[in-house]
T-cell receptor, first 116, second 112 residues
Framework: DTGVSQDPRHKITKRGQNVTFRCDPISEHNRLYWYRQTLGQGPEFLTYFQNEAQLEKSRLLSDRFSAERPKGSFSTLEIQRTEQGDSAMYLC??????????????FGPGTRLTVL | QQPVQSPQAVILREGEDAVINCSSSKALYSVHWYRQKHGEAPVFLMILLKGGEQKGHEKISASFNEKKQQSSLYLTASQLSYSGTYFCGTEIHGGATNKLIFGTGTLLAVQP
């Protein structure tokens, strides 16, 4: 399978614990995006990388959230001191920037986080 | 800034047609359409890049009116597999980021 992959698919944690998610983009894609989706809502943009550089962060990304893409390949999203409001599906997408036109960023399967 | 979709929900019988609209308050560079089944990630349907462009995907097609900052998704002769929540994802700022702002969603239920 050459699509975007995410790990783990499900994570249950207790409030106050730290969690880390991983995203492996399509191999030749240089852009990687993180979105969060809560129940009944559309995905909300969190942050994106071009290669290893984090180019934009949403105001939704509080100080407890940090994302990295150290070698321009896979990315991790860490949430420290989780809160119940962090419960959501965390989606990763990747794309290849072309000189002309937009590209569709395919989503990975997502990581569903439940904070008890 | 979030695009507004209409209707919020629609129930169809197999074989019936439906139209889902997506309206933005911002000038759009492109519009992406996704379908999401319960508990799964959104699945890409199509992207529209130019004003007035229309694209088709099986019996699902879409139009993009750049001047009106609107897009519509047309589902013809609906099938049970079309059930799900449809989201438009809009790209602004000249498409420099490929960052998408997703709409409010439309729940589609197709009944036998």
């Amino acid at each position: 399978d050459t699509g975007v992959s995410q790990d783990p698919r499900h994570k249950i944690t207790k409030r106050g614990q730290n969690v880390t998610f991983r995203c492996d983009p399509i191999s030749e894609h240089n852009r990687l995006y993180w979105y969060r989706q809560t129940l009944g809502q559309g995905p909300e943009f969190l942050t994106y990388f071009q290669n290893e550089a984090q180019l934009e962060k949403s105001r939704l990304l509080s100080d407890r959230f940090s994302a990295e893409r150290p070698k321009g390949s896979f990315s991790t999203l860490e949430i420290q001191r989780t809160e119940q409001g962090d419960s959501a599906m965390y989606l990763c997408a990747s794309s290849l920037v072309l000189l002309a036109g937009g590209v569709e960023p395919p989503f990975g399967p997502g990581t569903r986080l439940t904070v008890l | 800034q979030q695009p507004v979709q209409s209707p919020q929900a629609v129930i169809l019988r197999e074989g019936e047609d439906a139209v889902i609209n997506c309206s933005s308050s911002k000038a759009l560079y492109s519009v992406h359409w996704y379908r999401q089944k319960h508990g799964e990630a959104p699945v890409f349907l199509m992207i529209l890049l130019k004003g007035g462009e229309q694209k088709g995907h099986e019996k699902i097609s879409a139009s993009f009116n750049e001047k009106k900052q609107q897009s519509s998704l047309y589902l013809t002769a609906s099938q049970l597999s079309y059930s799900g929540t449809y989201f438009c994802g809009t790209e602004i700022h000249g498409g420099a980021t490929n960052k998408l702002i997703f709409g409010t969603g439309t729940l589609l239920a197709v009944q036998p």
